[in-house]
Nanobody
Framework: QVQLVESGGGLVQPGGSLRLSCVAS????????MGWYRQAPGKQRDLVAS???????NYADSVKGRFTISRDNAKNTVYLQMNSLKPEDTAVYYC?????????WGQGTQVTVSS
């Protein structure tokens, strides 16, 4: 059974930074495409950033230049470094692992950007 556990969320002021982590267990982490998604209240869950096993990266336009996704296969961990945070970044952030038809989600971590 694949498990994903996110951490690193919290309350931060506008312009601040946070780093989210997602640790995977129960699988060969390196083969998975890993993604960060977010869902604000009353809105759909949207892709923030993704990184494939070979390292290719994709970002949502709204976070380009501010967020950085990375992975450490030796630690079974994917990170999301978030800089220059804005109130509109407030959401629950979810980690997702995908390999062909197999998809797994973490439980989510709350990020709140407010003064």
């Amino acid at each position: 059974q694949v498990q994903l556990v996110e951490s690193g969320g919290g309350l931060v002021q506008p312009g601040g930074s946070l780093r989210l982590s997602c640790v995977a267990s129960g699988t060969i982490f390196s083969i998975y495409t890993m993604g960060w998604y977010r869902q604000a209240p009353g809105k759909q869950r949207d892709l923030v950033a993704s990184i494939v096993s070979g390292g290719s990266i994709n970002y949502a336009d709204s976070v380009k230049g501010r967020f950085t996704i990375s992975r450490d296969n030796a630690k079974n961990t994917v990170y999301l470094q978030m800089n220059s945070l804005k109130p509109e970044d407030t959401a629950v952030y979810y980690c997702k692992a995908t390999y062909f038809k197999y998809t797994y989600w973490g439980q989510g971590t709350q990020v709140t950007v407010s003064s």
